[in-house]
């Protein structure tokens, strides 16, 4: 069974449209994140989720909102879609401690084309 | 604050080793390190925390120096599946367990 799943895999829409994508885990993990990982495959947090509460919000614009219905879910919503906007887009999951650190395990990405 | 990787690519023959090294501006708490192969996700390969240690996982080994905020990750005896980007990570300790990802390095291995 897949771990981290999104989707879609592939989302080919045209500036200024709406989009959503969404992601799930099953692994139990208490911490959710978005990464934006761009042409030069700079990888680049965006939001991160504990427990559906948000506790990382980078300096993303507005058009970009997170929601976490449950700890299990994290869905990433675009308005006004811009060109600049296309990319790949990963989720990821990991354990949550204050007093440690865990690896994350990635979803398979979704690529973003905005036309 | 983003970590600085070198070399930014390598290529080798099978059998080769390599060292990618990851180096941050900040204190680390953590450093992680993935491999992403073309077209995939990144897949974690292990994690150091504060204190130093070595770590390994088969062929390829990890070292963390706190004081000089660098991590160096060792390929031996290179195979054709370690070719792909390898990304560190950087956690510079708080309550987010937020990781900053490196510049990335590209490794192709030949046979």
């Known amino acids: 069974d897949t771990a981290v799943s999104q989707t879609p895999k592939y989302l080919v829409t045209q500036m200024g449209n709406d989009k959503s994508i969404k992601c799930e885990q099953n692994l139990g993990h208490d911490t959710m994140y978005w990464y934006k990982q761009d042409s030069k495959k700079f990888l680049k947090i965006m939001f991160s989720?504990?427990?559906?509460?948000?506790?990382i919000n980078e300096t993303v614009p507005n058009r970009f909102s997170p929601k976490s219905p449950d700890k299990a879910h994290l869905n990433l919503h675009i308005n006004s879609l811009e060109l600049g906007d296309s990319a790949v887009y990963f989720c990821a999951s990991s354990r949550y401690s204050t007093g440690t650190s865990y690896g994350y395990t990635f979803g398979s990405g979704t690529r973003l084309t905005v036309v | 604050q983003q970590p600085v990787q070198s070399p930014q690519a390598v290529i080798l023959r099978e059998g080769e080793d390599a060292v990618i090294n990851c180096s941050s501006s900040k204190a680390l708490y953590s450093v992680h390190w993935y491999r992403q192969k073309h077209g995939e996700a990144p897949v974690f390969l292990m994690i150091l925390l504060k204190g130093g240690e070595q770590k390994g996982h088969e062929k390829i080994s990890a070292s963390f120096n706190e004081k000089k905020q660098q991590s160096s990750l060792y390929l031996t005896a290179s195979q054709l599946s370690y070719s792909g980007t390898y990304f560190c990570?950087?956690?510079?300790?708080?309550?987010?367990?937020?990781?900053?990802f490196g510049t990335g390095t590209l490794l192709a291995v030949q046979p």
């Open positions: 990570g950087t956690d510079h300790g708080g309550a987010t367990n937020k990781l900053i």
């Open positions: 989720y504990n427990n559906k509460e948000l506790i």
